[in-house]
């Protein structure tokens, strides 16, 4: 197989690889029992954001704007990022050819970035319930909420292929070896050869509008939520009020304090590659593994659906044994 493929553009010949070498942890004895702990968070994830999905799609009664919210945040944890990273350390699979690598780079982002402007929109739905209430069903209704995903979806999935599509432009004529888990964008593109002033400025605008902008957002959200509970005489309905906000605040802290920390000590000291990639796999499984649990034990609309459902299925396979 040939090492490098050209691609010609402009007068300019880019030197491609072939393929790259994901480079993992460096010398920690016994990882493999870290791999085996993100299996099982994998598997637990899978199979609770597809029983919120699953209860969401057969309850009617769950299908209100803030479900749909709910709904495109479950299906963007079910992303396939953990199986490839068990099969390139456990089976010892470090090759990946160039085209693979950016496809996975680019699901990866794409499911990332869904998931941070994703708990915008459920910010947005707590904003109008709490300091809105009365016209909470006028103006968040299910066309709106839908519209705003569909927006979402489109302006971040030209975004990260504008991120990765850069990628194609650069030159890798030295190290082929990523010092991440995966099709790291930032450790990929740092491998290159020739300029890349480009690909860092995209990396800023897509972190702005990414991660800082829905943080900026959900805090100037939940700094009008408190003016307008500050309002409210009785201290029940302050607390009772504030109850509906605590699944979404905590779905926040678990997705972007892991980010904010990183990106501190990256600033700030310099981080070591193996906290780079543990923090990075625990911001990746994380949220997903805790997302599901939050909406089917901490809200008892999705509690009471599931249990009206298995109370039905049951109640199903009595009466055919019955017959």
Not at 191 to 201: E, F, P, W
Not at 234 to 245: D, G, H, I, P, Y
Not at 250 to 271: K, Y
Request: some cysteine.
């Amino acid at each position: 197989m040939e090492f490098f493929n050209s691609a010609l553009g402009q007068n300019i010949t880019f030197l491609h690889p072939a393929y790259f070498i994901i480079g993992g942890f460096i010398g920690i004895p016994n990882i493999k029992y870290y791999y085996v702990f993100l299996f099982f968070m994998y598997v637990v994830s899978v199979l609770g954001n597809t029983a919120v999905i699953t209860v969401i799609i057969l309850d009617y009664n769950l299908r209100s704007p803030k479900y749909v919210a709910v709904f495109n945040l479950a299906f963007a944890d079910l992303t396939a990022l953990i199986p490839k990273v068990l099969d390139t350390f456990l089976f010892d699979n470090r090759y990946i050819v160039y085209e693979a690598c950016l496809s996975y780079m680019f699901f990866v982002l794409v499911f990332g970035s869904v998931q941070s402007w994703t708990l915008v929109i459920m910010a947005y739905d707590r904003f109008i319930a709490i300091c809105f209430p009365l016209r909470y069903h006028s103006i968040v209704t299910k066309p709106a909420i839908a519209t705003m995903l569909l927006f979402v979806w489109v302006v971040l999935l030209s975004i990260i292929s504008c991120m990765v599509g850069l990628l194609d432009r650069l030159s890798f004529c030295g190290s082929l070896v990523i010092q991440s888990f995966y099709c790291d964008h930032g450790p990929t593109f740092r491998l290159a050869c020739n300029d890349t002033s480009l690909n860092k400025i995209m990396i800023y605008v897509a972190l702005t509008i990414i991660n800082c902008l829905p943080l900026i957002l959900i805090v100037l959200t939940y700094i009008c939520i408190a003016r307008a509970l500050s309002r409210i005489a009785s201290q029940k309905e302050r607390v009772k009020a504030l109850k509906t906000c605590t699944s979404h605040l905590i779905l926040v802290a678990i997705f972007f304090l892991p980010f904010l920390g990183t990106n501190i000590a990256a600033m700030t000291s310099s981080l070591h590659p193996n906290a780079r990639i543990i923090n990075s796999t625990l911001t990746h499984t994380i949220p997903a593994f805790v997302n599901p649990i939050i909406y089917s034990l901490k809200t008892e609309e999705v509690l009471d659906s599931f249990k009206k459902l298995c109370k039905n299925k049951r109640l199903g396979k009595i009466t055919l044994k019955k017959r």
